[in-house]
C-alpha cells in the first residue's frame, strides 16, 4: 500500500514536471532581463543560458518596472491601512450578524498583520513573481498559534491542473535536508531517517500536495478530506496529512492558455521584445559613442590587421621620430542614428505593457482637474484595473481568507461564536461568502452615491416650487445603508432598526410628557386666571 501511494505520487510529480520544460527557457529569458537572482539558475543544464554568454544588460527600465508594478498592485488590491475584504451572509443579515462579521473582518486581519506573520513581504514577492514569470505560489501554514506565509521560490513547486483550470497538484523534488533541518520539519517523524554524521550530509525529501480522490476506485488515498500531502524519500514515507483546504494557493497573471498547460505569460514577457530592443539599442549608442571618443590608429606602413581595428588600441610605427602622428584618426562619419527620443520612447512601451500608466490618477498634472473630471478619471481607470482584480480575488485573495477563517476557528481565534451566527449556519443553511471590498470597487461604486445626491438635490429644488410631496418620496434611510456600504464604514456606525425605534419611542415619550406638562401648565394659568378674576368680581360686589 506504500508503494502505491509513493508511486502514484511519483507519476503526477513526472507529469507536473513535464509540463515546466517549455517555459524554463521563457523564464531564463525574462530573468536575465529583469530579475538577476535567478539568471542561469531556473533550469539545472548551465548550458541553456549560452545564448546570453557575453551579453551585458545596458538598461533596468524592465526590472524597475516590475518592482513598480509589484508595489502598485500590493498598494490597490492589500493595503495595510485598510480593510480590503469584509464577510457576508447569502440573503438578509440582521444587525447582531453583521456587526459579529466586521468582529470577524478585525480578528483576520489582526492575524493575517500579526508579528513574524510575513504577510507583507510574501505578499510583495509572490507579486513580484506574477509580474516576471506568471505564476506564484504562496504557502500559508498555522504556526505558534498564528498563520505564517511564505512564498516559494520559481522551480520550488511544480504545478498541475485539472479541466476546470484550478491547480490541484503541487510537486517538490528539490527540498534538501540535514539531519537537524529533517527534524526541526518533520520531528519524530524524522528519527528513522537521520545520517547521525554530524549534518554533513543532505538528504533530498520529495512532497507532493494533491486533491484526494478518496472516492476513486483504487485510490491510495481514504482519508475523508479533499486534499493530502506526501513526503518520502527514496521509497519510505516520512509524512502523509489530509486537509480540509490546501495549504498552498497559487497565482496566475491571465487563465490558462489550454487544459494541458498550468503556467501563463508575464508582464515581462509582453515587454520583452522592447525590453531587448532597448537594450541593444543602447549598446550601440555606447559602442558608437565610444569609437568617436577613442579611435584607431592606423600607423604609417604597417600591415593591415584587422584585430587592430578596435578603440583604443596601439598601433606600433603610427608617430614619426618627431612625435607626430603620420595619419588622422579613423572616426566613423555622421550622428548617431539612435536618439534619447527614441529611447525614451520604448521606455514608455515596457511601461505600458506592464500597464503602469492605469496606476497614475493625474495623466497630465499640468492640467487643472475639476472634481468631477478627478472622478471619470478614477472610475475609468478602476474599470481597466479591475480586469485584473477580479482574477487576483478569485485566485489568492478568497483562498487566502478561508485558510484565515478556517486556522482561526481551530485556533479559537474569534471566540465564541453568537447563537444567532450558528443558527444561521446550521439550521437556516446561509453560506458566508468573502466580498472584496478596496479602494478600486469603491470608485466603481461611486456614482450610486453621486446618483443619490442629485436626486436629493432635484428633489429639494421640486420642493422650492411648491411640490412638498416629492420629499416624501425620499427613503433616506435605505439611501444611507447604501452609502455606508459602498463607503466601507463599519456597520456599528449606523443604529440598528431596534435602537432607532426604541429612540423614537423615546422621543414620542419625551414629547408626550412635553406636551402634557405644557397642558397642565396651561390648565394651572387658565384657572389661576379665573381665581383672580372671581376675586375681583366679589370685591366688586
Given at each position: ?31 536575465f532581463l529583469c530579475d538577476p537572482r535567478y539568471y542561469g539558475k531556473v533550469m539545472s543544464q548551465p548550458a541553456i543560458a549560452q545564448n546570453y554568454v557575453g551579453r551585458y544588460k545596458y538598461a533596468d527600465t524592465l526590472m524597475i518596472a516590475c518592482d513598480r508594478w509589484a508595489q502598485a498592485v500590493a498598494g490597490l488590491t492589500t493595503p495595510e491601512t485598510e ?304 480586469i485584473f482584480i477580479s482574477k487576483r480575488q478569485s485566485q489568492f485573495l478568497e483562498k487566502e481568507a478561508e485558510l484565515n477563517v478556517y486556522y482561526g476557528l481551530q485556533d479559537n481565534a474569534f471566540g465564541d461564536v453568537p447563537p444567532e451566527v450558528l443558527d444561521m449556519l446550521q439550521n437556516k443553511g446561509v453560506e458566508m461568502t468573502i466580498q472584496y471590498d ?104
Open positions: 500500500m506504500l508503494q502505491d501511494k509513493i508511486s502514484y505520487c511519483e507519476r503526477l510529480g513526472k507529469a507536473a514536471k513535464d509540463k515546466q520544460t517549455y517555459w524554463k527557457p521563457h523564464w531564463e529569458r525574462v530573468a480593510k480590503w475584504q469584509k464577510f457576508t451572509f447569502v440573503g438578509d443579515t440582521n444587525y447582531e450578524t453583521a456587526a459579529w462579521l466586521d468582529f470577524l473582518t478585525d480578528r483576520v486581519f489582526a492575524r493575517r498583520y500579526a508579528m513574524g506573520s510575513n504577510f507583507s513581504e510574501a505578499n510583495y514577492e509572490a507579486l513580484k513573481l506574477l509580474c516576471v514569470y506568471g505564476f506564484a505560489v504562496m504557502g500559508i501554514t498555522r504556526e505558534n498559534g498564528g498563520i505564517k506565509y511564505k512564498t516559494y521560490r520559481l522551480t520550488d513547486w511544480a504545478i498541475d491542473q485539472d479541466n476546470s483550470d484550478q491547480i490541484n497538484v503541487f510537486f517538490n523534488d528539490t527540498f534538501e535536508y540535514n539531519d537537524a533541518d529533517l527534524f526541526k520539519r518533520f520531528g519524530e517523524a524524522a528519527r528513522p531517517f537521520l545520517k547521525y554524521d554530524e549534518c554533513k550530509s543532505r538528504q533530498k525529501v520529495k512532497t507532493l500536495v494533491g486533491e484526494n480522490y478518496y472516492y476513486i476506485k483504487g485510490s491510495p488515498f481514504k482519508n475523508r478530506k479533499r486534499w493530502f500531502s506526501l513526503s518520502w524519500i527514496d521509497d519510505k514515507i516520512i509524512e502523509e496529512k489530509f486537509f480540509d483546504l490546501c495549504p498552498l494557493v497559487c497565482q496566475r497573471y491571465e487563465i490558462s492558455p489550454n487544459q494541458n498547460d498550468p503556467y501563463s505569460l508575464s508582464p515581462a514577457m509582453y515587454a520583452s521584445a522592447a525590453q531587448q530592443t532597448l537594450n541593444d539599442m543602447i549598446r550601440m549608442c555606447l559602442k558608437a559613442a565610444n569609437n568617436k571618443v577613442s579611435p584607431v590608429y592606423l600607423g604609417y606602413k604597417d600591415n593591415i590587421d584587422l584585430s587592430r581595428f578596435r578603440p583604443d588600441s596601439y598601433i606600433p610605427h603610427a608617430m614619426t621620430a618627431e612625435g607626430r602622428p603620420v595619419v588622422q584618426p579613423m572616426a566613423l562619419s555622421g550622428d548617431i542614428p539612435f536618439t534619447t527620443e527614441w529611447i525614451n520612447y520604448f521606455q514608455q512601451q515596457i511601461e505600458k505593457a506592464l500597464g503602469l500608466d492605469l496606476f497614475v490618477l493625474f495623466a497630465n498634472k499640468e492640467k487643472t482637474m475639476t472634481a468631477t473630471e478627478i472622478m471619470q478619471v478614477a472610475r475609468e481607470r478602476a474599470v481597466l484595473q479591475n478596496n479602494e478600486i470597487s469603491r470608485r466603481m461604486r461611486m456614482s450610486e452615491i453621486e446618483a443619490n445626491n442629485l436626486l436629493i438635490q432635484t428633489a429639494g429644488a421640486l420642493a422650492n416650487i411648491g411640490q412638498q410631496q416629492v420629499i416624501d418620496r425620499i427613503n433616506g434611510d435605505d439611501m444611507l445603508k447604501d452609502t455606508r456600504e459602498i463607503l466601507g464604514a463599519r456597520v456599528q456606525s449606523l443604529k440598528s432598526d431596534e435602537q432607532v425605534a426604541q429612540l423614537a419611542k423615546a422621543k414620542q415619550r419625551q414629547e408626550n410628557a412635553q406636551t402634557q406638562a405644557a397642558m397642565a401648565a396651561e390648565a394651572a394659568r387658565l384657572q389661576l386666571e379665573t381665581a383672580k378674576a372671581g376675586l375681583t368680581q366679589e370685591q366688586l360686589i
